[in-house]
Each structure stands twice: as C-alpha cells, then as structure tokens.
C-alpha cells in the first residue's frame, strides 16, 4: 500500500491539444488495470478569464500548460509503465528514464493558480480586461451612462474599475462593472 510520502505529482508531456484525451484514457486505463493505489489524480491545469471584446464580455478557459498533464502517482515499474504506455502521452518530463517529482511549493503554485487544493476551479473566474490606469473611458449603460473620465484602478478579482467622474461640479471615484465601459 502506497503511503503519502510516496505520492508525487509528475509532469507528461503529450501531443499538442491532446491533454483531453490524455487525461480521460489515463483515468479510463487506471480503473481498468486496478492502478487507483499508484495512481492519483489526473490534472489538466486550466485557468478561466472574463474578457472583453467588441463590448462584449465572455467567459474562456485557457491551459496553463499546453501539451502538458500533471499526474500525482507513486513512481514504481507498473504505474510508469501505465502512464507512459497511454495513448498520446510523449513522455515524462526528467532527464532520460528518470522522471523528476515536482515540489510542494511547484504544486501549491497550480493549484492556487486554478482555484483550489484539489484541483476544482471556483465560480469566480478572472477578467482580463483590456484597460489600464489612465486610460479615458465612457460609460455604456447604467446610471452613469455618457459619463466620461481617466481610470483611476483596475480590480480584476471583481471585474470592476474605478474612475473619475465629475458630479455635481467635484471629482468623484465611481465602481463600475467594466462591462459597462467603452475605452476612448
């Protein structure tokens, strides 16, 4: 029985747009060959952005790693064997045979990057926005419609900027959803 200290996560490399694939025949393959005691977790890394383009805003997923899968397993002949031998997997990422274990802090890095220790992305995505401090934008829609003013910070984690605007002859820091907005 594998204990914890021998679980480590592995880089494969795999054809390019294959890491789909790769991750559902390894998954298929580990149920098949009895492998859930070497073998882990599965993991195509990927990030999700709102972005805004032509005034609209959609959501997109993105690959952290194209053409690579993280694979937590124990590094023993049969797991290797298993994972190397899967359809449209290239390799391990190491020097020659020998694989090289990615550390704790390499790991932690992932998963804060996608949302969460085991793997799973949150609800909140983030918004790639094509505005930057300074920039003079007007507003769309919204109770500050056809106002116009310099972006004074950008929170992306919120997909909100804040400009200024005058109200009543004074400068004024206004929140707004950058979906609402129109770069000049």
Not at 4 to 14: A, G, M, S
Not at 145 to 169: H, N, T, Y
Request: charged fraction near 30%; hydrophobic fraction near 40%.
């Amino acid at each position: 029985m594998a204990t914890n200290t021998d679980r480590q996560w592995f880089i494969v490399q795999t054809y390019a747009g294959y890491e789909n694939k790769v991750k559902a025949n390894l998954d298929q393959r580990i149920a098949t060959m009895g492998m859930e005691d070497k073998i882990f977790n599965v993991l195509v890394p990927v990030e999700e952005k709102m972005v805004v383009k032509d005034g609209k805003s959609k959501k997109v997923t993105k690959k952290l790693f194209p053409s690579y899968v993280l694979v937590e397993m124990v590094m023993e002949d049969q797991p290797w064997y298993v994972v190397r031998h899967t359809p449209g997997v290239t390799g391990f990422v190491g020097s020659g045979n020998h694989p090289i274990p990615l550390s704790q802090k390499e790991i932690d890095d992932v998963m804060d990057k996608i949302g969460g220790s085991a793997g799973k992305k949150g609800d909140r995505p983030t918004f790639d926005m094509n505005f930057a401090k300074g920039d003079v934008i007007k507003v769309k829609c919204g109770p500050f419609e056809g106002a116009v003013g310099p972006i004074v910070d950008i929170l992306p984690d919120k997909g909100k900027v804040k400009f200024s605007v005058s109200v009543f002859g004074r400068d004024t820091l206004v929140e707004i959803d950058y979906t609402e907005l129109e770069k000049l």
